[in-house]
């Protein structure tokens, strides 16, 4: 009798967990839809009214957006590989060359974040410990080179650390930039 017990749970925990999902699935698809739609006088289940609000958001905040939009193409190459991820973030490694209407950025990494036009961009360190491709941003007839950088396509704006740029004869070195769209 043992020996006839065990053959048959044996086989029968093949289909456990073919039974175990049947059992999950139907008290998952098994809830009280209430097709009713709520008001004022619609009670809830646990006895009390739902009292519902004027919508704060139908106010349009998309109204200024259309100026934002990026409205040319954006040219990229990359030496060593390009990346992009199903989350619109791509990935330049090794050479990176961004070119955006009259902006263009170098840098030996670059990030671009495509939902939100924005561009990270930063060197690398080689095998000997050296910082190579540091980022070389520059628009118009400005020219920044810096350590890292952080702007914005749409609204040209951005931080630039540790940057260098000629105005003149001479060289203007920061700690911190802040770029503005008005500052070419």
């Not at 109204?63 to 100026?67: A, I, L, Q, R, V």
């Not at 080179?145 to 609204?155: D, G």
């Not at 769209?181 to 070419?184: A, K, L, M």
């Given at each position: 009798?043992?020996?006839?017990?065990?053959?048959?749970?044996?086989?029968?925990?093949?289909?456990?967990?073919?039974?175990?999902?049947?059992?999950f699935s139907l008290?998952?698809?098994s809830?009280?839809?209430?097709?009713?739609p709520?008001?004022?006088n619609?009670?809830?289940?646990?006895?009390?009214?739902l009292?519902t609000?004027?919508d704060?958001?139908?106010?349009d905040t998309l109204?200024?957006?259309?100026?934002e939009k990026?409205d040319?193409?954006?040219?990229y190459?990359?030496?060593?590989?390009i990346?992009?991820?199903?989350?619109?973030?791509g990935f330049?490694?090794?050479?990176?060359?961004?070119k955006?209407?009259?902006i263009?950025?170098?840098?030996d990494?670059?990030?671009?974040?495509?939902?939100?036009?924005?561009?990270?961009?930063?060197?690398?360190?080689d095998?000997?410990?050296?910082?190579?491709?540091?980022?070389?941003?520059?628009?118009?007839?400005?020219e920044?080179?810096?350590?890292?950088?952080?702007?914005?396509?749409?609204?040209?704006k951005?931080?630039?650390?540790?940057?260098?740029?000629?105005?003149?004869?001479?060289?203007?070195i920061?700690?911190?930039?802040?770029?503005t769209?008005?500052?070419?």
């Open positions: 009798m043992r020996i006839c017990n065990y053959l048959f749970f044996s086989k029968a925990r093949k289909f456990l967990p073919a039974l175990a999902w049947l059992i008290f998952a698809y809830q009280k839809n209430n097709p009713t709520a008001s004022k619609n009670p809830v289940p646990n006895g009390k009214t009292v609000k004027a704060s958001t139908a106010t109204k200024n957006k259309g100026k990026i040319a193409e954006i040219n190459t990359a030496e060593d590989s990346v992009f991820l199903g989350n619109g973030t330049l490694h090794g050479k990176g060359d961004i955006y209407k009259n263009e950025l170098k840098a990494f670059i990030r671009v974040k495509t939902d939100s036009s924005l561009v990270f961009a930063r060197g690398t360190t095998s000997t410990g050296t910082k190579i491709g540091e980022p070389v941003f520059s628009e118009g007839k400005s920044y080179a810096s350590k890292e950088l952080k702007y914005n396509l749409r609204s040209k951005g931080y630039i650390r540790q940057a260098v740029t000629q105005q003149g004869e001479g060289y203007v920061s700690d911190r930039t802040k770029k769209s008005g500052d070419i």
